[in-house]
RNA sequence: GCGCCCGUAGCUCAGCUGGAUAGAGCGUUUGCCUACGAAGCAAAAGGUCGCACGUUCGAGUCGUGCCGGGCGCACCA
């Protein structure tokens, strides 16, 4: 047990002690300066508030306070507790215990009773991908990592819509404006992804010369339908080579996949159908006989009737349409329930890409003989996570609901859409790129991205960007390395600088992309952490070279400094300062369950950088050189603290998908 | 009309389930490389937290109503 459990726990048996009163939920906080100690319960508050319901009588929260903080004072670990401001509890911890055990780290215990499956990234496959499709990536890239280092079992899924519209729009081009044929196709030696761009847009403006060209979409997809022939061997086609570019693409940020589920496959074997059995079987949705959705099947919307029982059932969703087709929510409800194994059914699977680090990423097939005994299990999770845009969000409100008619039990409650606000272009970003911004559009400051119009920006070009200025910083700081090595650093800044930024917003907050601003390698950056952890490593081969071991120091200096010396040592206003970097740094493991817990990467991010900007006071402050320090103990300190900022800064920088190099 | 998101410093954004003196980066101005790497640090300036009521010992945070911006509300995907 924690001390902060520890004290949790005598606070709550205090309180029913004194007051009768059983308070699950105690509330803690951290206060907002050192001086006042290291946790802090506003408890005597509620108290007094309760109290005064029940009683009638008017109780001071000071007083509450203090008699509370009797029985906190003899937990061991705990040095001594102060009623504070109207009544706040305040607990200062034994700060030589506290180091002590802090190297410690505790694995923590998952909140889910199995695997959590999170979908990400799920970009129609028909061009490269946008800035707005990597905030999906890398939300659900850090999601997973955040989902793993809380302890879960987490399987990746990036669904993949092959024979949706922006494929056939794709198609449409290649057959009718530029008069290819499959073996034309293939033979293209350009970037894919980045000609399909081009055509894509093109396409749309062909659409919108004549809207009598939109009859070629509808026969293409007819056409794709089909499942066989030359038009469906080219959406085939195009579809898994730019998937190959999409993997490629986010592979150069460390992000992987361990499934691609497809959509063809999903139609092909009848996952529908169980799902539609299914649900008619649990009543999740019933045949309209009359209104405006008569011949449909529908899902009710009981929470949306009107008071006035009026009739119409305004929220009512459509699952099958009166000519017998299934809408996209059902079979999204249908997939759905596929991942959490309600359905019985599987996908046929074959290993479609090899990471370099051997890992594969499987992609679903409707061939049995094409199926690879060797895959993992996948689907059957205990809960699911969708990473996708909050434009969706009403129709994945009505997936849940479906899942949920289906199979009422609380995985599903627990499991979530992870919305999020899209990404914009800056008046400036977008006039850069070559668009004209109307008056409309600068008064706002921003236009959206279009990939109909072709634009945005590209992802690899992002990076190409970003790692190109980094080279120019890495080589003018460090011509001693060598190439290799230099553009190793600069791919790792670049990586850096792209995941931070497009995570230090909240999910629902609108990014409005702009070039400086993402291609900044200072201020609050990923290459800001990462140059910290670069500092503490100079220190630390400076060590080295004096024959000290800087992780020999941290994992002694519990034990072989006498804690009377470090007691003293973390006292008064310099021990204040040192304490309050250790306690931050410390705090990792409650940042990942805040981020878990509100499935909010910016959180840690934050945090991240947080840490990274106090371990930076610390650095440049006089008091606290390290090479310098004579005094054996102090010195040992120093390094201890330096060693567990490091530790934690490297932590945090995995879970958020960054590598800190050694030197930049 | 209904629903969701947003409105905090000149700009871009944090502010955890109400809590102690509202924060950061950018930009501006001024300093600091003969003590650990200046991708850094220090200092200054910059706020009616959109507005108004309400709940509370306490509101940037909760409720109601306005104002302003964005997005949803298909037998589209």
Redesign the pocket.
Known sequence: MTVQEAVREHLRAAIRDCYQIDLP?L???????T???DL???????L??RL?LSTGQKHN?RDIATRLAQSLQEISGVERVEI???????VFLDRAEYLATAMKHATPSPQFEGKVIVEHTSV?PNKAMHIGHLRNAVLGDTTVRLLRAAGETVEVQNYI?N????VADVVVGFKYLEKKMLDEITSIDDRFDYYCWDLYARVGAFYEEDPFNLELRTRTLHEIEQGTGETYEMSDYVSTRILKCHLATMQRLDIEYDVLPR?SDVLHLDIWQRAFALLKERGAIEY?TE??????W?MRAED?RDADGDTEH?????I????G???????DIAFHLWKLGQLGVDFYYKPFYVYPDDRVVWVTTSNPDENDEAHAPFGNGAAYFNVID??????QHYVKLGVMAADRDDRVARSAHL?Y??V?L?ASAAEELGQRVSE?DRK???V?MSGRKGLGVKVDDLIDQLQL??LR??T???SDMDDAQQRE??RR?AIA?LRYFLL?????????F?F??AL??????G??I???V??V???F??LLAAGVQPDAVMSASGGAVKKERLRELLTGEVGDDLWSLIYLATRLP??VR?AV??L?P??LA?WT??L??KF??????????????TDPDRRAL?ITI?AIVRQQLLAALEILGIEA????
């Open positions: 939920e509330g803690v906080e951290v206060p907002p300066r001086e006042l100690g802090a319960f506003p408890v005597a508050f509620e007094g508030k005064k929260p504070a401001g109207a009544g706040y509890l305040n129609n819509d024979t949706g519209v922006q959509e309209a209104g405006r959705l008569k011949g449909c529908v949306q305004e929220a009512d969703k459509v099958v349409r009166s000519n087709i299934v809408t996209y929510t059902g079979k909050i434009g969706q969000s009403y129709p919305a606000e899209k914009v800056s409309e706002r400051g921003s959206a200025g980094a910083e890495v003018a700081r460090h650093t600069a800044i600088a230090k917003y909240t999910r629902t907050s609108i990014i409005s702009d400086k601003e900044a390698l200072k201020g609050e950056t290459p800001y990462q140059y910290s670069t500092r490593n100079s220190i081969r400076k409650d940042t805040g817990s509100s909010e910016a959180i934050k950088f947080q990274a900007q930076s006071l610390f650095y440049d402050n006089d008091r606290y050189h390290i090479l310098s320090e120093l330096t190099p050694e030197r930049m």
